[in-house]
């Protein structure tokens, strides 16, 4: 645990904001963009419209559809959404008054809250059950201003991208539980997917007390089931949603296991199944980073690793893109940011979640050592975009898929911290060793040899995205030299003789200045304006330049 401090005068405090809350009260539904709650594998991004989700996103779900003629996420079967409907009206956004929304980030969950007119309070909060990674569970609490009837419906949805959409209503009778299961498959678009959801009602009446359930099909990409309820005033009715969502990616049988996995979480019941996710997440809160003095700066630190948390999960080889899993963005591609900026976090934090990020990189290992050998290379060249066959998946009109290659130092480094931090000689022997071996080879065969210190790495997209085809740039040739020592020092540990050719390589890359001693960005930069950092990524988090005058010249410029 990391504690900071930092001073702040007394009268911001009293109005500081909550370390672990994020609350929205004035929602403008056409200026919003939702908020996540995910558990590493199942991501619900909120609408801003009362029972309703934006999307329902699964890790490692893709197919090839869409922008980019390339793989891409998938939305996922809408199965949170619901109605209400009270005294025979359905409510809608233009009902709900005193409309709220809070995150929760130390219990991950969205809690949504509004009155309608002066007949009742409504209340639901959903969360990705932490301990449960395909499962999700929405809990409802309607208080009655008057006495008054409701219906609620849960709706099944299947998005408009999936398709062969078959629906199924499924009542299982046993002596102590009728289990209703609303359940629905669908193929992804170009059939790759087997993608399924089911759904199930959890009530807090005794059994053959519960309301009793109907099934009601709208048409081929909806259905629903619903129950009647009168309640007086006073009254606080609470009941509960438990669903699943799974795909042929995940599993062989995706159908009979969405419904397995719901029957199994509707008789776990809604206290057990919120206990053991509470403390899921308190453990994973034992690793946190404090600060004092700042509220503003602490909440927004817990949205971060809350963030973090929530789009990556241990025993997986999945990594996250940097949109995670709220949403579609960046079609849900791995790029560098999960090694170079969101995995250090991880490690240090919770380095079993940090190493299903690098498991990810070593089992697509070969098909990195197949695109080494169709670039006329050796070693391993990683995608510079990640799906889930490890090929390159970058849209063909960006030129960083063929040349932003700087990625595969990037995934190298990754796997010698992991060795690092944890100091597990059998991982990297196993799995460390043949990446960073395969990434510097691959920078070994890379560059141009064109004498003692002109070991030219030419033709690359540099860090700074804007930087297209140039040579010798900062960060490409700071990264390979740190990608190669790291491999030599790893033989080291391994016992293994170090390869004398990569310390020459090293050695011989060049790091350009230009004429008034700033780290030149490339060969031809000449102070044109720049998209993103690069050359200052020497000194962090490559640590190449450690003197702090040139660190200061290079950040001054």
Request: aromatic share 10%; charged share 20%.
């Amino acid at each position: 645990m990391l504690v900071l401090a930092a001073a702040l005068p007394l009268a911001a405090q009293t109005q500081a904001p909550d370390p672990w809350r994020i609350s929205a009260d004035k929602i403008d539904p056409s200026n919003y963009y939702g908020v996540t709650v995910a558990n590493g594998m199942l991501g619900i991004v909120s609408a801003p419209v009362p029972f309703q989700v934006k999307n329902v996103v699964l890790a490692g779900a893709y197919d090839q559809y869409g922008r980019g003629r390339v793989s891409n996420f998938l939305n996922s079967f809408n199965l949170l959404n619901m109605y209400l409907e009270i005294g025979g009206h359905r409510l809608n956004a233009q009902d709900a008054t005193n409309f709220r929304q809070q995150l929760d980030m130390q219990r991950a969950s969205l809690t949504t809250t509004f009155d309608y007119k002066d007949q009742a309070t409504i209340s639901y909060t959903y969360y990705a059950l932490r301990h449960l990674p395909y499962t999700v569970l929405m809990d409802v609490s309607i208080t009655a201003k008057q006495d008054l009837g409701l219906t609620a419906a849960s709706v099944m949805e299947a998005p408009d991208a999936l398709r062969d959409v078959q629906n199924y209503y499924n009542e299982i009778d046993r002596p102590h539980v009728t289990l209703s299961l609303l359940t629905s498959s669908a193929k992804s678009p170009t059939g790759k997917l087997l993608m399924c959801a089911s759904n199930s009602f959890l009530f807090s009446e005794e059994h053959v007390q519960e309301p009793r359930i109907i099934h009601e099909m709208w048409d081929n990409s909806m259905h629903l089931m619903k129950f009647s309820k009168a309640l007086r005033a006073g009254q606080t009715y609470a009941y509960a949603v438990a669903g699943s969502s799974i795909t042929s990616a995940h599993h062989p049988d995706p159908l009979n296991e969405a419904e397995r996995l719901t029957i199994f979480a509707r008789l776990e019941g809604r206290q057990r199944l919120l206990d053991f996710h509470t403390k899921a997440w308190q453990d994973l809160w034992r690793s946190d980073i404090q600060i004092t003095g700042d509220a503003q700066a602490q909440q927004d630190v817990h949205s971060m690793l809350y963030h973090l948390y929530s789009f990556s999960r241990a025993g997986t080889d999945y990594s996250p893109s940097p949109m995670g899993l709220s949403g579609l963005g960046y079609n849900g591609h791995v790029f560098w940011d999960s090694d170079l900026w969101m995995y250090p976090a991880l490690l240090v934090l919770h380095p079993d979640i940090a190493k299903s990020l690098v498991e990810y990189r070593f089992n697509r290992l070969e098909m990195a050592r197949r695109n080494a050998f169709a670039h006329g290379y050796k070693g391993a060249m990683y995608p510079w975009e990640s799906a889930d066959s490890g090929v390159e998946e970058t849209p063909v009109w960006a030129l960083s898929g063929p040349f932003e290659h700087h990625i595969s130092a990037d995934v190298g480094l990754a796997a010698w911290q992991y060795y690092c931090v944890t100091q597990d000689k059998d991982w990297l022997r196993e799995k460390g060793w043949p990446i960073l071996s395969a990434t510097a080879d691959f920078w070994a065969s890379r560059v141009e040899r064109n004498g003692p210190g002109h070991y030219d790495i030419k033709n690359v997209v540099a860090a700074d995205e804007w930087a297209e085809n140039v040579d010798n740039n900062a960060y490409t040739n700071a990264a390979a030299q740190a990608n190669l020592l790291a491999a030599n020092a790893a033989a080291k540990i391994l016992g293994r003789p170090t390869n004398a050719d990569w310390a020459l390589v090293a050695q011989n890359i060049p790091l350009l200045k230009m004429a008034d001693g700033v780290t030149q960005e490339h060969a031809t930069y000449h102070g044109e304006g720049i998209k993103q950092g690069d050359v200052n990524l020497l000194a962090y988090p490559l640590k190449t330049i450690t003197n702090p005058a040139q660190i200061k010249k290079d950040l001054a410029y």
